[in-house]
C-alpha cells in the first residue's frame, strides 16, 4: 500500500552527473521507480509530498565496501542496524564485505547475508562473496555459485591476496561472471605488526609503522595482474601518494583497474593517532598531509574512481584497550556524506556533481548495481541531502551499533534529510 | 605551587625545559638521602604508591621501591604478566580495581606503547610511566641526564651519541627529547635496519659509523642490543654487531677526547658493549643506577604536589632526626 504511494519530491535541485542534470525542479515517484522530473509537476491525489527547497535531490549513494558483520558479531553490528545506520547516511546501497564468521564464501552464505538485507527493509545490501575458502589465501572460492546467489564482487578483504598465482587465477576466473576483483592492498612482511602509519608520528609514539610502500607494492602488482588477465580489478581504500601514481599509470595504459578511498583517508593524517587514540586506527591507517592532498587530488580527476566507507563497528571494549592491541576500523556510513562535503565540496576541490558521481555513479555502474541515476524509468533510489547544514557529530545518536569514530564532537557540514529505496522512505528526518 | 609536573610523569616529549631542570634541581639533594645511614625521610609518609609492572624489570623495580621507601610511602608491587589477548581488558579493570582501592600513585611498565597514559587517563592518581613499549621511558631519561649534568656542570652544547637500537628503545627517545630542551647536541649511531626511518625528523644527528660517532661525541649512552632483533631479522648476527658497532678500548683509544660512556642496563657484555669499557675509568654506569633513585625520588615529591624548594628543608629538618 505505503510501498505504491506516489511521493512528489518538491523543489530540491536534481543534481545527477550519469544524465547531466542539474536544476531545481520537481521528481515525481510513482511505483517505486522515477516517473517525470524538472520543472514543476502537479500533485498526485494521495501522493506524499516532500518539500525540497534548499536540499539536493541526488541518485541514492552505494557504498561498495562496508563491514556488517553479521554473521559472527551480531554484537557490534546486525545488517538491520547496518542497512539502517547506512540509508540514515544517504546510501540505498551497500555491498558487505564476507569477513565475517563464518566468512561469507558459499552461494548459501551469500543468500543469507541477502535474505537479511531484505529483511531490513532500509538501505539495499549487496553480498560479496569471498575470493579464497575463509579467505585464506588457499584455494578459489565458488565465485558462479556466488554470484548466482546474490553476489556482485568478490574480495578477501581485510587479508591480502599474497599469493599472485591465486590473484592470478581470481582475475581470470572472474571474467566469465564480469564482477571486479577487490582487493586488500598490503604486503603482509613489510606491515607484520604495524600499529598505524610509518612516519614520525610512529616513531615518536612507539609505534610500529606500517610504510606506505606496503600497499604501493600490491598495488601495482595487481594492476600488472589486471593487464596480464584482462580481469577487473578493484583496489580497496587507497591511501597514499605512491598508490594513486601507479593508478594512474595503469589507466593511462587502458589497463582494467578501478579504485577507492575513504573519507578518512580524504580527511585526516597520522596525526589524528596522538594521545593513542584507538578511533583513528584503522588498516590502511591514516597516512600524511601529502597522502591526503594526492588522494584528493585523484577524487578530483577520476584516478579515484569512488568514495567507499569501509565502514568497521567494533565494540567499545575491543577499543578500549592499548593502541597496539585495538582492532583496526572506524565507522563511517553515517558521516560519510558530510566528511566528503566539509573537506571535499566545502573547501573547493570538488564540486557536489563530481562527489555525488563519486558516491552514488560510478559505484553502481562499477559493480553492475541498479541505481545510481535519476533517469525516468529506473528505480527511485534517490537521496535528499542539505550540503550546507551544519551539525555535531554525536556518536551515541548513530544508528549503526559502532561509536568508533574519530569525528565525534567535530562540526560538518552536509546532512541527509531523506533517503529512498524503490521510491519507499527508508530514511527521513526532514519536515 | 603545587603539581609543577601536573598529575602524571608519562614522558619528556611534553615537558619544557623548566620542568626537566626543576626535577633535576630537585634530585640533587636528595641524593644524600642515600648516603645516610638512616635512609629515610618522612616526606610521602601516609601516601600508598602501586607498582605496576607488567614486564619483567629488576633494576627500575628496585629503584622505585628504594625511592618509595626513602620518602616513607607505603608501597605495593604487583607484577603480572597478561597475554596479549587479555591485556587490554586487564589493564581496564586493574585500573578500576585500583582507584577503589583509594591509592595515591602508580608506577606502570609495560609492553604496550601508550598504557601509562591510557592508565592516566582513566584513574585519578598520579601515574609515572616506568617504561611503556617502545614509547618512552622518562625515568631512565632524566638520571641519564643528571649522570651527565653532575660530569658536565651543564647540558649546553655537549655532544651525545646514542648508540644502537635506538628503533625499539624507549630510552632513546626520553634521552632525544630531555637533552634537546636542555640544550645538548644529540645524535644517533647504529644499524639503519634499528633506526626509524623518520630519525632526521627528530632534530638529531645520524652517524652511519660508530667510529664518527666516537670522533663527534662527548658522551656515549650505549643501548642494550636484544637478541630477539638477531632472531627477528634486524642484524644478522650479534658477533657482526659487535664488530661494526660495539663500543671497544680500542674503538675508544682513537677519540680525540676523552669520552663518558653510559648504558641503560642491563648490559650484553661483549656485544654492544666491552667488559673493558663498562668497567673503565670513563664509564658512569653504576653512577647512573645511584642517581636514579634520587631522580625517583624527585619525580614522587614533585607529582605529590610539594613545592621543590621544600625537598632542601626536609633534607635539613629530617638530617637532624
Known sequence: MTEHRDVLLKGGRLLDPSSNLDGVGDLLIRNGKVEALGGTIGTPDGAEVINCAGQVVSPGFVDVHCHLREPGREDVETILTGARAAAAGGFTAVCAMPNTDPVTDNQA????????????????VYPIGAISIGQQGERLAEFGEMVHAGAVAVSDDGRPV?????????LEYARTFGIPVADHCEEPTLAAGG????GFVSARLGLKGIPAEAEEIMAIRDILLARLTGGHVHLCHMSTKGSVELIRWGKERGIPVTAEACPHHLSLTDAAVEGYNTNAKMNPPLRTAVDVEAVQQAVKDGTIDVIATDHAPHHNDDKQREFSDAPNGIIGLETALAVNVTWLVKSGIISLGTLIERMACAPARLFGLPGGTLRRGTAADITVFDPDQAWTVDPKAFLTKGRNTPYGGRILHGRVGCTLVDGRIVFKTMG | MSAPLGKDLL?????SAEQITLILDTAEPLREISERAIKKVPTLRGATVVNLFFEASTRTRISFEFAEKRMSADTVNVAT??????????????????????????????????????????????????????????TQGLLDMLTLRRRFGTLVGKRVCIV???????VARSNIWGLTKLGAEVAVCGPRSLLPTAIADFGVQVFDRVEQAIEWADALNV???????????????????????GITRERLDRAPRDILIMHPGPMNRGVEIDSEVADGPHSVILDQVTNGVAVRMAVLYLLAGNAPALAEAARKATADD
Open chain 2, 11 to 15: 614522558g619528556l616529549e611534553h615537558l
Open chain 1, 109 to 124: 552464505a551469500v543468500g543469507f547475508v541477502l535474505k537479511q538485507g531484505r529483511a531490513a527493509n532500509a538501505a539495499r
Open chain 1, 195 to 198: 600499529a598505524m602509519h610509518e
Open chain 2, 81 to 138: 604478566s597478561a597475554s596479549s589477548v587479555i591485556k587490554g581488558e586487564t589493564l581496564v579493570d586493574t585500573a578500576k580495581n585500583l582507584e577503589a582501592m583509594k591509592i595515591d600513585m602508580v608506577v606502570i611498565r609495560h609492553a604496550s606503547s601508550g598504557a601509562a597514559r591510557f592508565l592516566a587517563e582513566r584513574i585519578e592518581s598520579n601515574v609515572i610511566n616506568a617504561g611503556d613499549g617502545t614509547h618512552e621511558h622518562p
Open chain 2, 223 to 245: 643501548l642494550r642490543l636484544q637478541l630477539e632483533r638477531m632472531t627477528a631479522g634486524y642484524i644478522p648476527s650479534l658477533r657482526e654487531y659487535n664488530r661494526v658497532f
Open chain 1, 162 to 170: 599474497v599469493s599472485a598465482q591465486l590473484m592470478r587465477t581470481a
Open chain 2, 164 to 170: 644502537g637500537d635506538v628503533l625499539h628503545s624507549r
